[in-house]
């Protein structure tokens, strides 16, 4: 008979995230919890079918080679950035933090140092996939706030990249030690002699990939494209990410999800990296689930009884720890409460990355079998919290603002920030006597909300036209920028009556709305109207079922995305099919009213 281990491992690992999957999801949690649930469940340590965890595991280093792969891929330097006052230090300092309160607490539970620190780093790390899904959730991915918790997520990714190098020589080996050569002596003398070899090995890693594979790796890949091969591009893609790694382990002894991620990030030079992403997608989701089956098949359910403190230290670094550390550190760095807020609460959890240190420590004997399922458990509560804490963030904002004491200790140098940053606009726009230039009397003004892409197409177009522009931005770093270039610009939330007052609102033409979320927007709208009733008021929409409450709120006219884009496209089809000018123009005509009459 044959074996067929492979086969009912593969078998069970998917239908068992399949059907734990899409529990979760309709509870409301990631389908991340699903995943290791179903590992429990068909782990050695349940009762009824057990699935080989060997082969899952060699599985599971397929999927964490697709995952890195995937992040080198979607990696952007400018994505970084452009948050870097807050996410560097940031992530750093919320790190250190998490890594401290591991080695203390574990370290007094009866654990080596050394796996307290594994454990602290990697309880430091959260999840993308969970903090996309909160910040989506809350229309919050397009905010400063949004943009400053990714950030400060990629300095994380960027750190567990570094901390792939370091683990091996915590545990007493350099690089190419651990790949089963010679032990390394003890001492501290040995210990900084493992991390320069490692550290020489890296290099020598990272110059062969990123130089020379720059080199030959995009052209392959550019050349089998033309072969006009989706089945060979794919096929490529693929070659490229388990060679890489397997080699970075094999030659350099470095880990292969170090190579994974050094391979995406060569790949994303390539002028065809959106479709290598493309095809990469499906096979790393796939096995990215048996990597988190994989993780859950180790963890002991009877661990939850044995040893409840561990889970709740570990809680408490996650959901405590964590989320002060963030907290704080924005209310030092002057970033308003909302941003710290949103850092702190969307971080508060663990995911893959957290499980990529603790294999690889546990390949090396640093985590203890202990260590791996205080992990699984804190996974498994924190990814299903998350979400549900992340919710409370409005309203304990609100709460925080009761408190006048708490709310100096977390907003106070924030709002000095943005009073030094507001005074001169303020001034400039009190008075015309106050007015710093004669110009801005004798021009309009107008007021634009928000500086993503579309404020900045609309305060160029002002500004052509004419007309004197005030910007009001949640983002500080812009508003000080735009400030620097000596421009009027204003920190705030522009539906607070005292940011539009600041911004010469009673003396406003126009004020044109370009949030993305449609709850701020409609505020803005409500408050700008109670306060100037003659200002005109142009708002950017979303859907065209948004009509109503902002006309109601006090708009003046709306432009929908949705519309815009239907209206272009058809267009564009005309064209393409031939159409003469006079039937574009009646059609247009014609789809235009259409949808004037679905928005009511």
Same mark, same amino acid.
């Given at each position: 008979m044959h074996d067929i281990s492979l086969i009912t491992t593969i078998a069970a690992g998917f239908t068992g995230a399949w059907i734990f999957g899409l529990l979760t999801q309709r509870l409301g949690m990631s389908p991340i919890v699903g995943y290791l649930l179903a590992g429990v469940l068909i782990g050695p340590h349940t009762p009824g079918f057990t699935?080989?965890?060997? =082969?899952?595991?060699?599985?599971?280093?397929?999927?964490?080679?697709?995952?890195?792969?995937?992040?080198?891929?979607?990696?952007?330097?400018?994505?970084?950035?452009?948050?870097?006052?807050?996410?560097?230090?940031?992530?750093?300092?919320?790190?250190?933090?998490?890594?401290?309160?591991?080695?203390?607490?574990?370290?007094?539970?009866?654990?080596?140092?050394?796996?307290?620190?594994?454990?602290?780093?990697?309880?430091?790390?959260?999840?993308?996939?969970?903090?996309?899904?909160?910040?989506?959730?809350?229309?919050?991915?397009?905010?400063?706030?949004?943009?400053?918790?990714?950030? +400060?997520?990629?300095?994380?990714?960027?750190?567990?990249?570094?901390? =792939?190098?370091?683990?091996?020589?915590?545990?007493g080996k350099p690089a190419s030690?651990?790949?089963?050569?010679?032990?390394?002596?003890?001492?501290?003398?040995?210990?900084?002699?493992?991390?320069?070899?490692?550290?020489?090995?890296?290099?020598?890693l990272v110059a062969l990939v990123m130089f020379a594979g720059s080199k030959i790796l995009p052209r392959i890949l550019v050349a089998v494209v033309r072969l006009r091969s989706r089945e060979l591009f794919t096929l490529t893609v693929l070659v490229i990410a388990v060679a890489v790694a397997a080699g970075s382990y094999v030659i350099f002894g470095a880990s292969m999800a170090l190579?994974?991620?050094?391979?995406?990030?060569?790949?994303?030079?390539? @002028?065809?990296?959106?479709?290598?992403?493309?095809?990469?997608? @499906?096979?790393?989701?796939?096995?990215?689930?048996?990597?988190?089956?994989?993780?859950?098949?180790?963890?002991?359910?009877?661990?939850?009884?044995?040893?409840?403190?561990?889970?709740?230290?570990?809680?408490?670094?996650?959901?405590?720890?964590?989320?002060?550390?963030?907290?704080?550190?924005?209310?030092?760095?002057?970033?308003?409460?909302?941003?710290?807020?949103?850092?702190?609460?969307?971080?508060?959890?663990?995911?893959?990355?957290?499980?990529?240190?603790?294999?690889?420590?546990?390949?090396?004997?640093?985590?203890?079998?202990?260590?791996?399922?205080?992990?699984?458990?804190?996974?498994?509560?924190?990814?299903?919290?998350?979400?549900?804490?992340?919710?409370?963030?409005?309203?304990?904002?609100?709460?925080?603002?009761?408190?006048?004491?708490? +709310?100096?200790?977390?907003?106070?140098?924030?709002?000095?920030?943005?009073?030094?940053?507001?005074?001169?606009?303020?001034?400039?726009?009190?008075?015309?006597e106050e007015r710093a230039s004669a110009t801005l009397a004798e021009r309009g003004l107008a007021i634009v909300v928000g500086y993503g892409p579309v404020g900045r197409s609309v305060d160029a177009i002002l500004r052509e036209g004419g007309l004197n522009t005030v910007i009001i931005d949640l983002n500080m770093d812009t508003v000080f920028e735009l400030r620097e270039q000596g421009r009027a610009a204003i920190f705030g939330d522009a539906s607070s009556p005292g940011i539009l007052e600041q911004a010469g609102l009673a003396r406003a033409s126009h004020l044109v709305v370009t949030l993305p979320h449609s709850t701020d927007r409609a505020a803005v709208v409500a408050t700008a109207r109670q306060l100037n009733p003659d200002v005109r008021l142009l708002v950017r929409a979303r859907y065209l079922r948004e009509r109503g409450h902002l006309m109601q709120a006090g708009a003046t006219q709306i432009v929908f995305e949705e519309a815009e884009a239907a209206v272009a496209l058809s267009r564009l089809v005309l064209i393409e099919t031939g159409a003469d000018p006079d039937r574009t123009a009646r059609a247009i005509h014609v789809l235009r009213a259409n949808l004037d009459e679905q928005a009511g």
């Open positions: 699935a080989d965890v060997k =082969l899952a595991q060699q599985l599971a280093e397929v999927g964490v080679i697709l995952l890195m792969f995937g992040v080198g891929l979607h990696f952007h330097l400018k994505d970084l950035l452009a948050v870097r006052r807050i996410a560097i230090p940031g992530a750093l300092g919320q790190s250190l933090v998490a890594t401290v309160c591991g080695i203390l607490i574990y370290s007094a539970l009866g654990m080596s140092s050394r796996s307290g620190l594994v454990l602290g780093m990697a309880m430091a790390v959260a999840s993308t996939v969970v903090l996309m899904r909160v910040l989506m959730d809350a229309h919050a991915l397009n905010s400063p706030e949004g943009h400053a918790a990714v950030g +400060w997520l990629i300095v994380e990714d960027i750190l567990t990249v570094l901390l =792939l190098v370091l683990i091996p020589v915590l545990a030690d651990a790949m089963g050569q010679a032990e390394a002596p003890a001492g501290a003398l040995a210990f900084w002699k493992a991390l320069g070899i490692s550290l020489l090995r890296l290099g020598a190579g994974a991620f050094l391979a995406g990030m060569v790949v994303a030079q390539s @002028p065809v990296s959106h479709q290598a992403a493309a095809d990469a997608l @499906p096979m790393r989701d796939a096995f990215a689930v048996l990597f988190f089956v994989s993780v859950g098949m180790l963890f002991d359910p009877r661990f939850l009884f044995e040893e409840p403190v561990m889970i709740l230290a570990a809680l408490g670094i996650i959901l405590v720890a964590k989320p002060l550390a963030a907290l704080f550190i924005a209310a030092v760095l002057g970033y308003p409460a909302r941003t710290g807020l949103t850092v702190a609460l969307g971080l508060a959890q663990i995911g893959e990355f957290s499980f990529i240190l603790s294999d690889l420590a546990r390949q090396h004997g640093l985590m203890p079998e202990a260590g791996g399922s205080v992990l699984v458990a804190a996974a498994i509560l924190s990814i299903s919290i998350n979400p549900l804490i992340f919710r409370w963030r409005p309203a304990l904002e609100a709460r925080l603002q009761r408190s006048p004491v708490l +709310w100096r200790l977390i907003n106070g140098r924030a709002a000095r920030r943005a009073a030094r940053a507001n005074v001169d606009t303020a001034y400039a726009l009190a008075t015309p």
